[in-house]
């Protein structure tokens, strides 16, 4: 089953803030998120496994919420570095099968 | 750069050919995957790999035909495709055999295009 994400698309100027929302109607066993540059690979962000937990590097953060239903990704003080496609990646066990969300594309503007 | 290495990165062919797509890591990683992704869209999966053994064929047609000859490389080779198979062919690894807490490293992607 393939996670939602919203939005589709986030326009920003650089400082700006941003979340992304990933989310499933069944509990999840993990949430992965990637960026992917146009023409690039999709590049590791975090993982998140437990229900509340919340990590981070840099100005780029996640959550998980307590049902592990819904993750979030927190981009704040946006660079134009931050633009690309945002994936999420999850899936309802411990073994193989994740799926990645639709995408959110972001596009940071000077 | 990325540490995990495809090749070609572009590649065009007719109906009738043959091709291989090659991947290779050397992360020591024991899981493999091969991704389709169409403009726009996210990464599908097609084939998994995990300590050697085909784990996962996402009903993939059988013009698609994968391989992994060694922990450190994975073929996909390719035969009558269609036009509809003209899409960026991504190679993936996780450090374990299949797992949901392990973050995968992509290959930069085969740009293919079927005439």
């Known amino acids: 089953q393939q996670p939602v994400q919203s939005p589709q698309a986030v326009i920003l100027r650089e400082g700006e803030d941003a979340v992304i929302n990933c989310s499933s109607s069944?509990?999840?066993?993990?949430v992965h998120w990637y960026r992917q540059k146009h023409g690039e690979a999709p590049v590791f962000l975090m993982i998140?496994?437990?229900?509340?937990e919340q990590k981070g590097h840099d100005k780029i953060s996640a959550s998980f919420n307590e049902k592990k239903q819904q993750s979030s990704l927190y981009l704040t003080a946006s660079q134009l570095s931050y633009s690309g496609t945002y994936f999420c990646?999850?899936?309802?066990?411990?073994?193989?099968?994740?799926?990645f969300g639709q995408g959110t594309i972001l596009t940071v503007h000077p | 750069d990325t540490e995990v290495t495809q090749t070609p990165k572009h590649l065009v062919m007719g109906m009738t050919n043959k091709k291989s797509l090659k991947c290779e890591q050397h992360?020591?990683?024991?899981?493999m995957y091969w991704y389709k992704q169409k403009a726009k869209k996210p990464p599908e999966l097609m084939f998994v790999?995990?300590?050697?053994?085909?784990?996962i064929n996402e009903s993939v047609p059988s013009r698609f035909s994968p391989e992994c000859p060694n922990s450190s490389l994975l073929n996909l080779h390719l035969h009558a495709l269609q036009p509809e198979d003209s899409a960026l062919y991504l190679c993936?690894?996780?450090?374990?055999?299949?797992?949901?807490?392990?973050?995968?490293?992509f290959g930069d992607g085969t740009r293919l295009s079927i005439l």
């Open positions: 998140l496994l437990k229900g509340g």
């Open positions: 990646r999850a899936g309802g066990t411990s073994y193989g099968k994740l799926t």
């Open positions: 992360m020591g990683h024991r899981a």
């Open positions: 993936a690894s996780s450090q374990e055999g299949v797992s949901g807490n392990q973050p995968q490293h």
């Open positions: 790999y995990s300590y050697e053994k085909l784990s």
């Open positions: 069944k509990a999840l066993y993990s």
